[in-house]
């Protein structure tokens, strides 16, 4: 049975002893600087990014394509959105220290993004005479839009070391 240590300055010895094997240590026993942010349900944040950077990019080409004139603001909201959730996949399912930063910056900037547009979409509905996905608060993805970022800060702040 393992010690429990009583300071984290004993936890760092203990992790960084040769043969211990816990969470935070990976093959080798180097301390992993990012913890586990691309494992286990990780992997699962992940996929989610990467199924709405495709749904994003496929409806703002569409949109933009199509009726460009009808809503340009709306359309090019939803290339932003798009542009977030490949930046926050890719910087999520890499996991290194920068990666994990990025993924931060940019699922904190989704947050926003999501909550303005759809608050401005919600008191403004003449400016949107089509949905894009972060107006009213994704409800046009059963809200999943307003769910993933706070669900991603969650992640890399249980996961991500600083």
């Given at each position: 049975?393992?010690?429990?240590?009583s300071?984290?300055?004993?936890?760092r010895?203990?992790?960084?002893?040769p043969g211990r094997s816990?969470?935070?240590?990976?093959e080798g026993?180097?301390?992993?600087?990012?913890?586990?942010v691309?494992?286990?349900?990780?992997?699962?944040l992940?996929a989610?990014?990467?199924?709405f950077?495709?749904?994003?990019?496929?409806?703002?080409i569409m949109?933009?394509?199509q009726?460009f004139?009808?809503?340009?603001?709306?359309y090019l909201l939803s290339?932003?959105?798009?542009?977030?959730?490949?930046?926050?996949?890719?910087?999520l399912a890499r996991?290194?220290?920068?990666?994990v930063r990025?993924a931060?910056?940019?699922i904190?900037f989704?947050?926003?993004?999501?909550?303005?547009?759809g608050?401005w979409?919600v008191?403004q509905?003449?400016?949107?005479?089509?949905k894009?996905?972060w107006s009213?608060?994704?409800q046009?993805y059963?809200?999943?839009?307003?769910?993933?970022p706070?669900v991603?800060?969650?992640?890399?702040?249980?996961n991500a070391?600083?």
């Open positions: 049975m393992p010690e429990l240590s300071t984290p300055t004993e936890s010895e203990q992790a960084s002893q816990d969470a935070s240590t990976v026993g180097q301390a992993s600087p990012t913890g586990r691309n494992t286990g349900p990780g992997r699962m992940v989610v990014y990467g199924l950077a495709l749904a994003a990019t496929g409806r703002s949109q933009i394509a009726s004139d009808k809503a340009p603001v709306p290339a932003l959105a798009a542009i977030i959730y490949i930046v926050a996949t890719v910087a996991g290194n220290h920068a990666s990025l931060r910056a940019t904190t989704e947050l926003a993004g999501v909550l303005i547009v608050l979409s008191l509905p003449s400016a949107f005479h089509d894009t996905v009213h608060f994704g046009g059963g809200f999943v839009p307003l769910i993933l706070i991603g800060l969650w992640w890399l702040r249980r070391t600083r």
